[in-house]
């Protein structure tokens, strides 16, 4: 790409710019007006890949106490093979914004989903070296496609933004969720938990196929121009971008470590792993309806903080009754908890609707995703340490309780003034206007 002009100022909570007094002007280097078909690529893309985006997550989560009997690894390896897609999301999604202002969003996700597919496939070699390092290449495609997505939606479904991102994430919790749940019986038919969570590669694979023709369609009609590079690094000393970080890293490290012990937690109380796998299922299962509401919720006038209110005491209380109510009711626990995942849609329509272009919107999603996820891999990691020391887990869970109640002060702050959404473009979904933040 050509050299770029020297980036933007950072937008700041006090002083609004002119590129916010006025509507945003479409970002160069795109189409405006793009072919029916390219529109029905684009969301078929969209669906693929968000049925991969957790998949090879909780395939491995649900399977890690089989690794862990059939491979053999430690203690300290079973702590750290959870704590692998966080770290990835970290390192790796940090590079997303300068990799995409090189190569354009498209081609970054396509790189994204070869690392992907790639890596989910050495999975598959029994072998605890090839676990990690499929991890380790796995998910650091996995992260570039994070950060990349909510600039892919603005691009490319601008009036459609809310309703794009729901897609996104419900496909996404889809896919974890029918992972989770036929992966245990998938290694109990193929007689091995290694070729289990390698299978789940191939439907990476589809994603990669599915989004090619998007990809290619973009290095067509793309037109090459000096489309500004926004760091991000500086947006965290504004108000928009402490705040979308924070409560990022929060939501994060909960679902993550949630994601990444659910199953073993429930295995280790007393419940069989098929059981365990189904607890795993509904839970996730019910965050997609949840994520669906509250979004729905969101986007009514003065809703979006009884929204984010909801979803975060909700998590409290599953957190709380994971704690004190016995095994076999892991089912109360296990609804509370899925809805209390459902923040995350609320969370990505927030960073997709925030900054003044593409640029800055990359930016913003770099910021809270590389910052977020690195903070977080404290969750699964540390439950993990904390589980092997203490033998139990009431305080891995007691930490959790600790940190879902300060989720409920940043919501607090986050849906303020200063980032509140205007109603009209709340319902830009409905009205087919595109979506912009006040950049407060």
């Known amino acids: 790409m050509p050299a770029t002009p020297p980036s933007p100022a950072p937008v700041t909570a006090d002083a609004p710019t002119a590129a916010q007094a006025a509507p945003a002007a479409p970002d160069p280097g795109t189409v405006p007006a793009k072919p029916r078909s390219a529109v029905v690529f684009g969301v078929i893309a969209l669906v693929l890949i968000g049925l991969n985006l957790r998949a090879g997550i909780t395939g491995a989560s649900a399977l890690l106490h089989d690794l862990q009997a059939v491979l053999g690894y430690g203690a300290l390896v079973a702590a750290s093979i959870p704590s692998i897609p966080t770290l990835c999301f970290a390192v790796a999604g940090a590079a997303t914004s300068w990799l995409s202002g090189k190569v354009g969003v498209e081609k970054a996700i ?64 889809t896919g974890g969720t029918l992972t989770s749940v036929l992966v245990v019986p998938l290694a109990q038919a193929l007689g091995s938990p290694s070729a289990a969570v390698g299978a789940v590669g191939i439907a990476a694979v589809a994603a990669f196929l599915g989004f090619l023709p998007v990809a290619l369609h973009a290095h067509r009609h793309t037109v090459r121009t000096a489309a500004g590079h926004v760091s991000p690094w500086p947006l965290l000393r504004t108000r928009k971008g402490q705040l979308l970080t924070a409560i990022f890293t929060l939501q994060a490290l909960l679902a993550y470590a949630l994601l990444s012990w659910f199953p073993y937690m429930l295995t280790t109380m007393g419940l069989g792993a098929s059981e365990s796998g189904l607890m795993f299922g509904l839970m996730q299962l019910v965050s997609v309806p949840a994520g669906m509401v509250l979004i729905a919720i969101g986007a009514r006038p003065g809703m979006l903080r009884p929204a984010f209110y909801l979803v975060s005491i909700t998590m409290v209380v599953g957190i709380a009754a994971l704690l004190v109510l016995p095994v076999g009711l892991a089912a109360i626990p296990a609804v509370l908890l899925g809805f209390g995942l459902g923040i995350f849609p609320l969370v990505m329509v927030m960073i997709s609707r925030s900054g003044t272009s593409t640029a800055e919107t990359t930016a913003l999603s770099t910021l809270a995703q590389s910052s977020g996820y ?41 849906t303020g003034k200063a980032m509140s959404v205007k109603p009209a473009e709340a319902a830009g979904t409905i009205a087919g206007r595109p979506n912009r933040s006040e950049g407060k």
């Open 110 to 173: 396509l790189l994204s989903l070869a690392l992907l597919a790639g890596g989910l496939l050495l999975r598959g070699i029994p072998a605890t070296g090839m676990l990690v390092a499929g991890s380790v290449v796995g998910m650091s495609g996995l992260a570039i496609c994070n950060v990349a997505m909510p600039s892919f939606i603005r691009e490319h479904f601008a009036s459609r933004t809310s309703l794009m991102t729901a897609v996104y994430t419900v496909t996404m919790t």
């Open 374 to 414: 690195l903070l977080a891999t404290v969750g699964p990691f540390g439950m993990g340490l904390l589980h092997s020391a203490t033998g139990g887990w009431s305080l891995p869970l007691a930490l959790l309780l600790g940190l879902a109640l300060v989720q409920i002060v940043v919501s607090h702050l986050l």
